[in-house]
């Protein structure tokens, strides 16, 4: 009689500990089964963008092909769906995308989103880079999948394989604005959706407000996009993300659509799709925190120097600290 005994695999150890404004936190030894998992670990946060901003993007961008392209006799008889239903493809595309990269990331899915945490929510500035590289590259990878999915019926519908437009079938992937809007009127649109956006996500992330039950973020923020959609949709196609504009718009370019889709109304992807989201978010997030936010890791609630010295430098106010003196109490203490 034999035995046969497997050889364990390899186990890699690595301590692993942070350090921040307010101190250093314990290192943790983590226990890596092979090299594959070593790495994994180190890349989770950007994976988990790119893995979910790529889902939204085939959901989103897919729920766009199959509306529009389906009106086209030569394709289906009848066509399969309308703006109710394309609104309800983003809103799930998000809700799916939030949830895949909820718990490692924080699912962001969106540069300007990423940007506005980094200024009003003490996100970290040296991981902003690569999560926005993270989003752009998941957006480009999922628009091109759902173009190999229906690249046969955009072919009908452009009338030939060679033949690539952007009032055509560009807009299916990319973003472009309605041609009765002046460039105000775009900017607008997307700055206005954008703050909405940022408003409730704030809300739906803040501890002293509005926090739904544990798992149900992804919900809620269903119920934003569909709202968002069915009520400011029609005017540029509520982008409010540069990532979903901005890799499905290069992706186009690539397979010949050409560099029209950069100079469309003077760089409208620049100054709306890139702009008007980060600046409206911006603003959504002062609003926000100016009127309702209490937590002190807002910019707008950080003590100045007369509430330092009046609750810090008197032991007896100590316990009585208003809102936002926290991070400054924990630096006293640290001292």
């Known amino acids: 009689m034999s035995i046969n005994i497997e050889k364990p695999e390899e186990v890699y150890i690595e ?50 092909c199959q509306m529009f392209l389906s009106t086209n006799p030569n394709v289906e008889a009848v066509p399969r769906g309308d703006f109710l239903s394309l609104n309800f493809g983003w809103a799930a595309g998000v809700a799916l995308g939030v949830w ?102 704030l809300c739906i992330t803040d501890k002293r407000n509005g926090l739904p039950p544990q798992g149900l973020v992804p919900l809620a923020l269903f119920i934003v996009v569909l709202g968002i959609g069915t009520s400011l949709g029609m005017n ?3 982008s409010l993300n540069p990532a979903r504009d901005l890799g499905p718009r290069v992706f186009t370019a690539i397979v010949g659509y050409g560099t ?16 008007g989201p980060v600046t409206g978010m911006l603003c959504g997030a002062f609003v926000y925190d100016t009127l309702i936010f209490e937590g002190g890791e807002s910019i707008i609630n950080k003590p100045n120097t007369r509430a330092i010295d009046r609750y810090l430098g008197n032991p007896r106010q100590r316990e009585r600290l208003p809102m936002g003196i926290e991070g400054a109490r924990m630096n006293i203490d640290n001292t």
């Open 100 to 201: 895949i990269a909820g718990g490692i990331s924080g699912g962001h899915l969106n540069p300007a989103i990423t940007f506005t945490l980094a200024v009003f929510r003490g996100f970290p500035w040296k991981k902003v880079p690569y999560y926005i590289l993270a989003q752009l590259l998941g957006a480009f990878c999922g628009s091109g999948v759902v173009y190999a999915n229906y690249f046969h019926a955009i072919d009908i519908v452009e009338g030939g394989p060679g033949i690539r437009t952007i009032s055509g079938s560009g807009d299916l992937l990319a973003t472009y604005a309605a041609s009765f809007l002046t460039p105000v009127s775009c900017f607008f649109s997307e700055f206005l959706g954008s703050a909405i956006l940022i408003i409730a996500v």
């Open 236 to 238: 540029t196609s509520y």
């Open 15 to 64: 301590n692993v500990g942070s350090c921040d404004k307010q101190g250093c936190t314990s290192s943790v030894s983590m226990v890596f089964p092979n090299r594959w998992s070593r790495f994994r670990y180190a890349i989770r946060e950007p994976a988990a963008e790119f893995l979910g901003t790529m889902i939204f993007v085939i959901f989103g961008t897919g729920v766009n």
């Open 260 to 275: 029209a889709v950069f100079t469309y109304r003077n760089q409208y992807w620049l100054w709306c799709i890139v702009l």
